[in-house]
């Protein structure tokens, strides 16, 4: 996908500019064909190298955060739903909140994302209305909005609040 990706120049740039803001230092993601069996690698370029870097030598959060980018990039203005589950896998707390961004700005009513996280740092990052919360009663699951409760947030940050169960549900643990 990645490779079909970069022959679009708009999600080609996206891609790039998403990659570097969130791991500081990296210069260049791209793709290409092995002569010997066909297949199709990753290779990453970083500042101050000369030479690229295969897949393997890169950590496991910006190839987690690759395939996020490649699979909301990939639906960009089409009908659709990309489901995520726990986007802050082995990213930092502040190249969540970019994550996040990235992922409000390419969401729509037509395209929606839905991420489910037991994390603070992208609770923190979502916006009130944006936050569903996940109860079990009776054996069955019930959503509900944050922006529904009748607690008003006011100056506590909206991940302390999930944390103090002010929303009353989507415990944290």
């Excluded at 996940?134 to 529904?148: M, Q």
């Amino acid at each position: 996908m990645l490779s079909f990706l970069e022959q679009k120049a708009p999600q080609r740039e996206a891609i790039l500019e998403w990659i570097e803001l969130l791991v500081p230092g990296m210069e260049k993601v791209t793709t290409e064909q092995q002569r010997l069996d066909g297949r199709t690698v990753i290779k990453f370029k970083e500042a101050g190298t000369r030479n690229y870097f295969p897949a393997n030598l890169i950590s496991d959060g910006t190839i987690y955060a690759l395939c996020i980018m490649t699979a909301i990039l990939s639906r960009d203005g089409s009908l659709g739903l990309t489901l995520i589950e726990e986007p802050e896998r082995g990213i930092h707390p502040n190249g969540i909140a970019e994550l996040v961004t990235m992922m409000r700005e390419h969401a729509s009513p037509e395209h929606p994302v839905l991420v489910t996280t037991h994390s603070e740092s992208v609770v923190r990052s979502s916006q009130v209305q944006e936050l569903w919360l996940v109860n079990k009663l009776d054996g069955k699951t019930v959503l509900k909005n944050a922006a529904k409760s009748s607690v008003p947030l006011q100056t506590l940050p909206l991940d302390k609040a999930w944390l103090m169960n002010v929303f009353d549900g989507g415990l944290p643990w």
